[in-house]
């Protein structure tokens, strides 16, 4: 088992900035791959970026250019820095891990942006 736990959502104001992290515990050797997902209100849950232990990144256009995502496996963590916010990033963001084939989930962390 791996038990992901999300921190540093919040409210920002667009245009604002802030930078998620996630920390797993338990089993956490031959992670292949962390990342995020968010789900906004009445919406299905969206990738918005991955990467892998290799370091390989993958992100959602929506996001490209504005968010960074970041992981140092040896320490099992895995950030995402969002810049230049926009009231459309508003959602609960979902960090995973990816381990044998299984994602495990956080619980998520609100993220409200402003207009």
């Known amino acids: 088992q791996v038990q992901p736990v999300e921190s540093g959502g919040g409210l920002v104001q667009a245009g604002g900035s802030l930078r998620l992290s996630c920390a797993a515990s338990g089993t956490i050797f031959s992670i292949s791959a962390m990342g995020w997902y968010r789900q906004a209100p009445g919406k299905q849950?969206?990738?918005?970026a991955t990467i892998t232990s290799g370091g390989t990144t993958n992100y959602a256009n929506s996001v490209k250019g504005r968010f960074?995502?970041?992981g140092a496996n040896a320490k099992n963590t895995v950030y995402l820095?969002?810049?230049s916010l926009k009231p459309e990033d508003t959602a609960v963001?979902?960090?995973y891990y990816l381990r044998g084939g299984v994602n495990y989930w956080g619980q998520g962390t609100q993220?409200?942006?402003?207009?």
Do not use: A, F, G, K
């Open 68 to 70: 960074t995502i970041s």
């Open 81 to 83: 820095q969002m810049n």
């Open 111 to 115: 993220v409200t942006v402003s207009s």
């Open 93 to 95: 963001y979902y960090c």
């Open 45 to 48: 849950r969206e990738l918005v």
